[in-house]
Structures are given as structure tokens and as C-alpha cells.
């Protein structure tokens, strides 16, 4: 299969060395300067770029009739324009906010965390993310979705959210809850981008001739 790679930074590189493990040649990189036409002919594509540009990278790649997979977190505020340009073309996205399978697996412990906990008004909730100096967003992508999680999940209290953004870290996102008689914590602690990496390529394989949008749950834990 062919594979177009939006974005060829860290990430896109790293995507590109493990391509051929998941039966891909990489048929395009588009970098920053490039006419992301090159993507044309691909049969899915991946976007890591910046919250900037992506939605208009996804919307040109829905216009080619590409099939995305879109890492780029900081741009939901405009979910509504980018689902219309991939309903309207009637092709195919993947997103998710964190590729990683264990973060994935993470955001269900997560969750029945937070139902565990909605009735148990003793206990106070803390969520802590950090990351290395050059990511843009903070609070990250992850760290919103799993408060909107915990918040879907039925705890109703406060939950108090920070970040921080030091030299080089891969990225590690915690969620507590403390009371008087104890505390519980649940941390994911990434090693490298080789997971974000991988989680990637696996949707990439997945969404290829499907239509719609799709979070990444949708591939690892499909409804029965």
C-alpha cells in the first residue's frame, strides 16, 4: 500500500523507517513548503504537522479522495469544518489525540476510575501531564480528553488540571485521586515516540477503504 507522510519532522521520520513492517511504501513526504498534491495517488495518508495547518492539510487530503490518519492535536475547535470536508468526499479519518495503544488502554482505566469514584464525595481528583520543551499545546490533546472522559464518566467535582513543558520528555500523563485516608494513581509514562508511531501505522492499515470519522478506540476496541 501507499503510504503519503504530511508532516516530516521527528515523527514523520520515525513513521517512515517502520512503514515497510506494516506493508507500506512511502509514496510521498510532504514537508512543510510542499504542495501536499504529492500526496495525490496514496492510499492513506498521515498527518503530524502543527495545529495550524492541519485542518487544512485534512481538508486537502479529503479533497484528493486520501483516506487520513491525523496525530495533530490543538485543532478539535474546528471538528465540525473537518468532519463536513471528509463527509462531503466521501472518504475516510482517524484521529485521536494520543496514538498509543497503552494510552488507549489508559483512558479505559481512566474512565472506570472516574465512575468508581463519581458517589464518593471524600475523594478530590488531580490530572498532571508533561512533555518535552517544543510540543505546542498545554494542556496536551490527551490530558483534555481523559478530564472530558473522567467528566463523561460521571465524576462531577473538580478537576485540577496542570502541565509542564522541560527538556526533551516523550510525554507522561497522570490522573489522581486523594482523600483523607488514601490516594490512588494512575500514571502512563511514555519511553519514546516509536508507540505513537506504531499506533499510527496500525490505524493507517485500518481505515483504508473505510468512509467516516473514527477515533483510534474505534480500530483497537471495535463493538462487537
Given amino acids: 500500500m501507499k503510504l503519503a507522510l504530511v508532516g516530516y519532522g521527528k515523527m514523520g521520520k520515525l513513521i517512515e523507517q517502520l512503514a515497510p513492517e506494516y506493508g507500506f511504501t512511502v509514496h510521498a513526504c510532504v514537508d512543510v513548503d510542499d504542495d501536499i498534491t504529492k500526496a495525490a495517488g496514496a492510499d492513506v495518508a498521515i ?59 489508559f483512558f479505559r482505566l481512566v474512565q472506570e476510575a472516574a465512575r468508581l469514584m463519581a458517589d464518593e464525595p471524600s475523594y478530590g481528583a488531580w490530572a498532571w501531564e508533561i512533555h518535552h520543551d517544543t ?12 478530564v472530558e472522559d473522567m467528566k463523561a464518566a460521571g465524576y462531577p467535582r473538580n478537576i485540577d ?30 519511553r519514546s515516540r516509536e508507540g505513537f508511531a506504531r499506533g499510527a501505522l496500525k490505524a493507517a492499515q485500518w481505515i483504508v477503504g473505510k468512509q467516516g470519522v473514527f477515533e483510534f478506540s474505534d480500530v483497537l476496541f471495535p463493538k462487537r
Avoid: C, Q, Y
Avoid at 492541519?54 to 495533530?72: D, H, Y
Avoid at 510540543?135 to 481523559?146: E, F, I, Q, V, Y
Avoid at 513543558?165 to 494513581?185: C, L, N, Q, V, Y
Fill in 47 to 105: 498527518e503530524f504537522t502543527t495545529p495550524e495547518a492541519a485542518v487544512a492539510n485534512i481538508e486537502k487530503l479529503a479533497a484528493l479522495k486520501v483516506p487520513t490518519v491525523v496525530g495533530t492535536t490543538g485543532w478539535l475547535a474546528e471538528r465540525e469544518r473537518v468532519e463536513a470536508a471528509i463527509a462531503r468526499n466521501k472518504t475516510g479519518m482517524v484521529w485521536s489525540p494520543n496514538f498509543s495503544i497503552g494510552v488507549n488502554v
Fill in 135 to 146: 510540543k505546542k499545546d498545554a494542556p496536551s490533546g490527551t490530558m483534555l480528553k481523559l
Fill in 161 to 190: 488540571v496542570s502541565s509542564n513543558r522541560a527538556g526533551r520528555h516523550p510525554g507522561t500523563h497522570e490522573i489522581g485521586f486523594d482523600s483523607a485516608a488514601d490516594t490512588i494513581t494512575l500514571r502512563h509514562a511514555a
